[in-house]
């Protein structure tokens, strides 16, 4: 037998059947619900008279409009409240497993599932969110669906899907201190583009992937839809079967025995075939700052804004144009002179402990830049956020002058009041920097939390090993 | 779904790569439980001067008059001229429902991102993969021509242009029959109930934990 990739073994896994032309049936084993895509996929099945085929499978919870003020019990916004109470609504007549406003294991879906162990190696997960990437840091094959795959899950339990390319990202060596997983992946993306991955799965590898904690591994596998990939992914090891034993989901006793052989499995061949393979040096990625409105506008905190004049590509040349007009920065400019009005830690990408503790370690006993006009860490999950109190976290965070919020998506998208005003420069731990993204006119630099809590300090952008 | 054939339309050129679903459809006008309503706010940040919210009265706003959409020789264009990974970011349909709406039925770009690509085919809207080349003489074309036109035909696979020239492309067999007669996909799946079912009864066996 030929030698498989992880992605060929989650595939062959679950294809319930295959056309001649490659067409293929996919079965969803996870599907994870939020408020914003998945209205109209309910409103669709009622009005085909069609029933969920597992409602088992399906994991829902609100998260991207929900306020994020401390202890709030209500929406202001009619209109965001009518969504949340609409997959309320649909959460109960269809008896889903649910996490709803007030119940502590509510936050960002693609924190709550892998927290909750709804997430397990070698299964697929979907979720109508581009973000499902996350969940393939456990091996497992996951990605971002519309809302009329959502229905199509809903009412079938599988997709119509083509198998993708398969592109291994191997990142060798280990990552000097004060550079972290979303330094990697930042430079990966800077590296092949955000639209390297069109068409691929990606797996992450090499020793510095596997030195990252399952924290650091989600955050990868985060940005591979940044990067283009509809999934990414990271093989199974001790550390994921650490991370995910003894959660509520997962299975236990003789069942755990069982699932863990099956797991052990979960990895590329020695000699597997990939249709591409990218190699990074880990020592040689510095903390990374985006200065543009694209994830690969990407440079070193050590180096400068590009010059537009020094690309020959005229549509590039063009974006970068744009993009320094949109962003209001000057070519040339050293990244550490840009100044910030707000900093955001949290989201899907860096709103774990992991992440918090990482800022945290940075801020401890020091103040937020009195230019700030507002420093924001908004938990992934309202464990998280336990966790976090537990810890002391929280007063080191309120302390230097932090907002401490309820868990939500919240200035990641802006899709509740946590948002930024035209022309204001923010430092955030999230994924897209895109144009208006954080609000309109709102201008986004995408940072590690490490960097985002000393920018925090400066007031504007540091390098944190030397901070 | 609407059935996609054939399409004569006139085009508006985005000349800008790595244009986002965000975007196409801003973040606020997702707060709606409904499929439509969007067509309004396709590209609203940058279409209008003003900040764009749900249910605002339009006609009250302040139109960029420098976006493409609001010239006045693109109104009433049926297809979008666009660059590379068209489409990239959220994977939220509503971009595909917002263009729809607003009345184009076909994007022709030299690349697209994946969620985007998939979510046009349930819509009956047309994702055109054309080479970059072709893009950028269609592109120069554009702005020497006004009322530019394309025929595109589904069926044949081609591009016809104003001068005569014609522009093969390809498309998965699969996705371009379920285009040409507007079906409903889960329609499709459900042919294949047994099957499902075969396989589940299969997978329980070997992953029980897959399925509590
Ligand atoms: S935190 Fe941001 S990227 Fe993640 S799911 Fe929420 S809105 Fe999407």
Known sequence: MADKTLYDKLWAAHVVRTDPDGTALLYIDRHLVHEVTSPQAFEGLQLAERQPWRPESMVAMPDHNTPTDPGFTTIDDPISRLQVETLDHNARAHELSYFPIGDIRRGIVHVVGPEQGATLPGMTVVCGDSHTSTHGAFGALAFGIGTSEVEHVMATQCLIQKKSKAMLVRVDGQIRPGVTAKDIVLAIIGQIGTAGGTGYAIEFGGDAIRALSMEGRMTVCNMAIEAGARAGMVAVDEVTLAYVKDRPFAPQGKEWEQALQSWRDLHSDLHAQFDRVVTLDAAQIQPQVTWGTSPEMVVAVSDRIPDPAQETDPTKRAGIERALDYMGLRPNMPITEIQLDRVFIGSCTNGRIDDLRAAAAVIKGRKVAPSLKQALVVPGSGLVKQQAEAEGLDRIFTDAGFEWREPGCSMCLAMNADRLLPGEHCAATSNRNFEGRQGQGGRTHLVSPAMAAAAALAGHFVDVRTF | ?212
């Open chain 2, 1 to 212: 779904m609407q059935a996609f054939t054939r399409l004569d339309g006139l085009v508006v050129p985005m000349d800008r790569a790595n244009v986002d679903t965000d975007a196409i459809i801003p973040k606020q006008f997702l707060k709606s439980i409904k499929r439509t309503g969007f067509g309004p706010h396709l590209f609203d940040e940058w279409r209008y001067l003003d900040r764009g919210e749900p249910g605002m009265d339009n006609s009250q706003r302040s139109p960029n008059p420098e976006f493409c959409l609001n010239l006045p020789r693109y109104q009433g264009a049926s297809i979008l001229l666009a660059r590379e990974n068209f489409g990239c970011g959220s994977s939220r349909e509503h971009a595909v429902w917002a263009l729809d709406e607003y009345g184009i039925r076909c994007v022709i770009a030299p690349s697209f991102a994946d969620i985007f690509f998939t979510n046009c085919f349930k819509s009956g809207l047309l994702p055109l993969q054309l080479p970059a080349e072709t893009v950028d003489s269609l592109f120069r074309e554009i702005t020497t021509r006004p009322g530019y036109r394309l025929t595109v035909d589904l069926l044949a696979q081609s591009v016809l242009t104003p001068k005569g020239a014609v522009f093969g492309f390809q498309i998965d067999p699969f996705r371009k029959e379920c285009l040409i007669n507007g079906w409903d996909d889960i329609e499709l799946t459900l042919r294949h109930a047994e099957d499902i079912r075969a396989y589940e009864a299969r997978r329980r066996q070997q992953a029980p934990w897959l399925f509590q």
